[in-house]
């Protein structure tokens, strides 16, 4: 067997720790290595011509490259050695940056481990065989999780190049959070105005199956067929006859019970309910546990009205599976809430700024529902407490975000510009207001974002504080914000009206439940995990699992739908081929061996393991054995390390080719 | 009484003089309701604000000679009702408990070990302790005519990762104690603004006006009578204002109380008992006529 | 101005690290700690810039400045602090380290309150108040100040005319001469 060594230097990343050209010139004295070479980028074009040349002049049977992680090159390394002939699974990986550069310093040391790590991977890729690529089907359905903005953008987008949909909301509404908002930045567009025709649409659309206040239960299988439990919350309405006439709202007498969500609690609606008027779709909602029908059987004067019969009180909780291909999370985000937290909880509230009790300190949401046309208010300004039009207003940014005592590290993003925003929009509407922002960075960047922020202070007069507020208390109908200008150096005492905490975007609420639901990774704020953080932002580590929008980290509406086009693009990618390759790295039963104990199956975490019948050749069972079934199989090897008559083996990781690795040490 | 409270007891400099009502209010109050409280032997000064703005070493040393003398006591729950001492005292352990390379400093200052077992507690901490119950089961008059402003201070709640004692900005513990004679807790907004503290000789004007600020807001917010845990609170509130008055002559008086004062009120001691006589701005219970 | 390239200066920022278990560059310069400060407006400087101060290397403004001094020790800043930096404690460092390098620090009467202070516990092993006192306007020469509140005070017993010495007040005294000698070696 001929095999060729090629080291990197990964520009300086490897060669400042690593001594390339020794470990090169070990590498030759390898038993069975014919060729050894090191070079500055063995990933460019020239170091993969390189590879190639070796391969076909030196008649090459295996290759180790000794670079980076498999994770990032090991693709590159495998075509390359496909397209120069030999099998790519003959192709091994030694790798000398992050198991050795990046985390040693001394050279002697550093380069000794590399030389190491490279006999290794020579001995393996001896006893490596040729395996073949798996071809799986695929289901070209996709499943949009959450109905928001990034949501509704990657529903149209994949259904419009022609594939189905089913887009999943909790709400009873789609919309989202940028139903509620008043205007955007930074052209100041109406929110609804530019999204209420997207739901119209979403609602119409021939291959969009739209399942509103459901939630994603279980999620099964694999890239290209996944298996998907949906639970469809009972709405206590029939769907199919309901007409969204309204009547039942109107005439429901439960008034003041429940808090209207939509309108950030600014506002109470009736027992049945649709959150706002434009909701897609206009069906309500009887909430069961305001409903008085639910408390003592009485009432049901929606029944009375309703000309439909639609009312269903005993309707129940349905679950619906779907066959689906691709995913997209787009489950969005929820605002920092700044009330006081139990005393465990890892966020704080915000003492110093009363936690909530004041009426007129509200957060950014409240502010959008105030500003808004069709909010509480009809878009005037009236402050909470007793509906007088506030003179002074002061904007408190960074609540909750960039604070590691009461909130989270990271910048929200968003902030900066909707606090400009909502100074702007209250100037407008106020021109004898004053309207003050206590901030510590005005972060703008995006395009015409930082011009927004300059109109604000130039032309709307917007008067920017740099300092964060230490305290806000009230005083004779008066808030009193204590806060520090840190550019003059001197300390500002504000009597304001209202104030408005720029309250920060944080994971929405049970994220990291609904991520380990799916099966992908989540980071310490319960973001979800794209794949690289530059080169593939919109792909999670799960193959077939996707991500828009602010599930993954804070997001305004441009970046948002961006993300959700992009999403969209990457199902089609997927759904371009009607069968899917995977890697060959899957376990195998060697049936003569197995004895039928099956504790393979007990342990498998991907349900891969099936029992088959031996039969002789009369078609009567001999015995049962273990099969693998490829498609579910993840490599993960539980079943080759359980196997008590190691009668499973896990193809490119075989124990034959563990052992060689460790005896080469 | 059975299941009485044993506990060390730290009274802190001041008790023994300008709070001296402060001492006498909390051992009445302790016998009262069935507590032992032994005085921890020979202790000396916490070091108080003077030892830690102007030597960090010195402040630690100071505070936890008094913990180790606790500690050869045998106490392994100590209260310290003045709020400063309260603070130096669970600080300075807190850091010798987390800093081996200070621990071994202030062990060699000592010479003597540091095992840290004694509690510390403040006044409040004392009364939760001792039992809701068993402070409501004793009350014997109920202080209804008294709308007070809980005044917190600085140092009872801070360091709150420390302390781990009520909310460090909107506590709540003294209004759920005082609520158990009658007194009606009033809702305003100074509970944790600072009076000045240790400035109060050297920098009487800042003292005056930061102590007027917070007496002001506790009268707006319909507050008779303001309750404080702290001898140097006490000192500012009470006894500086008189200099408010001279300041600012149309100062509208209000009676500081000490917790353990109010609740001996409660308990049917009466003021001098209690040592209300001594304090500057004077305070009676209205004479029942019945 | 100096700045933050020479090497002596360095170990200032150093020395507070030190004493004070944090590290400056922590601070972000919120300003929140100036914000809700209780004497801010009696300081020359707001506290946030005597941290940026240190951050810097501009050394003798922060030594000299009255803040450090005018700090209460009330701990608001610290508490909440968005970074989590206990700027108390940062002022401590910064006030022992003004009096370590023999800075000329601006608030006297601050500064003789507690040398008077800390002298009482160093002679009794508690403080007496009437000593402090006394000692205290000796040393400022305010002597008429609160004049009318001392009598009222000797007749309700809050002021004693003698002062109680604790046993252990070589204990005590040792303390203190261990901790100055410590600041020698140091030297």
Redesign the interface.
């Known amino acids: 067997m001929k095999i060729g060594v090629f080291i990197c230097h990964c520009g300086e990343n490897i060669g400042r720790t690593v001594d390339c050209p020794r470990v090169s010139k070990a590498a030759e004295w390898f038993p069975g290595v014919v060729h050894s070479v090191d070079y500055k980028y063995m990933c460019s074009d020239p170091g993969q011509n390189m590879i190639k040349d070796a391969i076909r002049e030196k008649g090459l049977d295996a290759i180790v490259v000794g670079s980076c992680s498999p994770h990032m090159h090991e693709k590159t390394f495998r075509k390359a050695a496909l397209d120069a002939g030999i099998n790519p699974f003959l192709c091994e990986m030694a790798n000398l940056r992050e198991h050795v550069s990046w985390v040693h310093d001394d050279i002697e040391e550093a380069t000794q481990k590399a030389i190491d790590l490279t006999r290794m991977a020579v001995e393996k890729v001896k006893r490596n065989q040729p395996l073949a690529t798996i071809k799986v089907p695929v289901t070209k359905r996709t499943l949009v999780i959450g109905g928001g903005i990034a949501g509704i953008q990657a529903a149209l987008d994949v259904a419009n190049a022609g594939y189905e949909v089913v887009l999943v909301e909790k709400e009873p509404s789609i919309g989202g959070h940028m139903s509620q908002l008043s205007e955007t930045f930074p052209t100041l567009d109406c929110s609804q105005c530019i999204l209420t025709p997207r739901m119209v649409e979403v609602y119409q659309h021939p291959k969009i199956k739209l399942m509103t206040y459901s939630e994603v239960e279980k999620v099964e299988g694999f890239i290209g067929n996944f298996h998907v439990t949906i639970r469809q919350k009972a709405r206590h309405i029939d769907a199919s006859k309901c007409t969204g006439c309204g009547l039942c709202i109107t005439k429901c007498p439960i008034r003041k019970k429940a808090f209207n969500s939509f309108e950030e609690g600014m506002a109470y609606r009736p027992a049945v309910y649709v959150p706002f008027p434009q909701a897609v779709p206009n069906i309500p909602v009887i909430d069961e546990t305001v409903c008085t029908y639910y408390k003592n059987g009485k009432c049901g004067v929606c029944v009375k009205v309703c000309g439909r019969e639609a009312i269903m009180f005993d309707q129940q909780d349905k679950l619906v599976t779907e066959e689906i291909g691709a995913i997209i999370m787009a489950t969005g985000y929820k605002l920092y809430d700044i009330s006081k937290k139990p005393d465990d909880s890892f966020i704080k509230g915000y003492g110093e700024y009363g936690y909530g009790k004041y009426k007129d300190v509200i957060d950014g949401l409240q502010f959008e529902r105030i500003a808004s046309a069709s909010g509480p208010t009809s878009g005037e300004f009236k402050r909470p407490s007793d509906g007088k039009e506030p003179k002074k207003v002061v904007f408190i940014q960074c609540v909750g975000s960039r604070d590691d005592s009461k909130g989270f590290s990271y910048c929200s993003k968003i902030c900066c510009m909707y606090t400009a925003k909502h100074a702007m929009l209250y100037k407008h509407k106020v021109h004898d207001g004053e309207a003050y922002v206590f901030y510590m960075d005005i972060r703008s960047g995006g395009k015409m974002y930082e011009e927004f922020v300059r109109r604000a202070i130039e032309e709307d007069g917007v008067k920017y504080v740099r300092g964060r507020v230490s305290k806000v208390y009230e005083q004779n109908g008066k808030y009193i914000v204590k806060g520090e200008d840190t550019i003059a150096g001197m300390p500002v005492e504000i009597e304001a009206d209202m104030v408005v905490l720029a309250t920060a975007m944080i994971a929405q609420e049970n994220a990291s439940t609904l991520a380990q639901t799916v099966g992908i990774p989540y980071d310490k704020y319960g973001f979800f995990n794209e794949a690289h953080p530059k080169l593939r932002p919109i792909e999670s580590t799960t193959g077939g699992i996707f991500l828009a929008g602010a599930c993954q980290s804070p997001k305004d509406i441009p970046e948002s739908v961006a993300m959700a086009s992009a999403a969209a693009a990457k199902t089609m990618v997927l759904f371009g081929s009607d069968m899917l390759e995977r890697e060959p790295v899957v376990a195998r039963v060697n049936e003569l061996l197995c004895g039928g104990c099956f504790y393979c199956r007990k342990v498998c975490p991907y349900s891969a393991i099936e029992v088959r019948e031996i039969k002789d050749r009369n078609g009567v069972v001999i015995k049962e054995v273990a099969y693998v079934n490829d498609g579910l199989c993840q490599g993960c090897g539980t079943c080759t390390a359980t196997c008590p008559s190691k009668s499973v083996e896990l193809m490119g990781f075989t124990n034959e080719q563990i052992f060689a690795q460790i005896a080469a040490l | 009484m059975e299941n009485n409270l044993k506990a060390g007891y730290f009274p802190g400099?001041?008790q023994?003089?300008?709070a001296?009502e402060y001492d006498l209010s909390l051992r009445s109050v302790a016998e009262k309701l069935g507590t032992e409280l032994t005085d921890v032997d020979?202790?000396?000064?916490c070091?108080?604000?003077?030892?830690?703005?102007?030597?960090?070493?010195?402040a630690n040393?100071?505070a936890m000679?008094n913990i180790v003398?606790a500690e050869k006591q045998g106490l392994t729950e100590m209260v310290a009702p003045c709020a400063a001492c309260y603070n130096r005292l669970i600080v300075s352990q807190h850091e010798t408990q987390i800093?081996p390379e200070l621990k071994k400093?202030i062990e060699?200052?000592?010479?003597s070990k540091i095992e840290n077992p004694v509690q510390v507690m403040n006044i409040v901490e004392l009364f939760t302790k001792i039992g809701a119950d068993k402070v409501k089961q004793a009350v014997v008059k109920d202080l209804k005519e008294l709308n007070a402003a809980c005044y917190y201070?600085?140092?009872l709640?801070?360091?709150?990762d420390i302390t781990h004692f009520d909310?460090?900005?909107?506590p709540t513990s003294m209004e759920e104690l005082i609520k158990l004679t009658g007194a009606k807790p009033v809702e305003w907004?100074f509970k944790?603004?600072?009076c000045?503290?240790?400035?109060s000789?050297?920098?009487?004007d800042?003292v005056v006006d930061?102590s007027k600020k917070i007496l002001d807001?506790a009268v707006?917010h319909g507050a008779n009578v303001m309750v404080v845990a702290c001898p140097m609170c006490h000192t500012n509130l009470d006894?500086r204002q008189?200099a408010i008055k001279k300041e600012y002559p149309e100062h509208k008086e209000i009676p500081v109380l000490y917790l353990t004062e109010l609740i001996g009120l409660a308990l049917g001691m009466d003021e001098k008992e209690l040592g209300i006589n001594?304090h500057?701005v004077k305070f009676e219970l209205k004479k029942e006529t019945a | 101005m100096t700045t933050h390239t020479s090497t002596h200066a360095s170990t200032i920022a150093d020395e507070i690290a030190e004493k004070t278990f944090q590290d400056v560059s922590l601070c972000y310069q919120c300003g929140k700690c100036s914000a809700g400060c209780p004497v801010r407006y009696y300081m020359d400087v707001a506290p946030n810039k005597i941290v940026r101060f240190i951050q810097l290397g501009f050394y003798e403004e922060a030594l000299k400045s009255s803040t450090p001094w005018l700090c209460a020790g009330c701990q608001t800043c610290s508490t909440r602090c968005p970074q989590e930096f206990d700027l108390a404690k940062f002022m401590d460092a910064v006030r022992e380290l003004a009096l370590e390098k023999g800075v000329k620090v601006k608030e006297q009467d601050i500064l003789k309150f507690h040398k008077a202070f800390l002298h009482q516990i160093e002679n009794f092993g508690r403080a007496y108040e009437v000593g402090l006192v006394a000692e205290y306007k000796l040393k400022t020469m305010h002597l008429f100040d609160d004049v009318d509140s001392a009598p009222g005070m000797i007749m309700k017993g809050k002021l004693k005319l003698l002062p109680h010495v604790i046993k252990g007040r070589k204990a005590v005294k040792d303390i203190f001469i261990k901790t100055a000698e410590k600041k020698q070696t140091k030297k």
Do not use: F, Y
């Not at chain 2, 020979?42 to 000064?45: A, E, K």
């Not at chain 2, 060699?108 to 010479?111: Q, R, V």
């Not at chain 2, 709640?157 to 709150?160: A, Q």
């Open positions: 400099c001041s023994t003089g300008t001296r020979d202790w000396n000064c070091g108080a604000t003077s030892a830690h703005v102007t030597n960090h070493t010195l040393a100071l000679r003398q800093h400093e060699a200052i000592l010479d201070g600085c140092l709640l801070r360091p709150s909310d460090a900005e909107q907004n944790v603004e600072c000045g503290a240790a400035h000789i050297a920098r009487k800042i930061l807001d707006a006894m008189k001594l500057t």
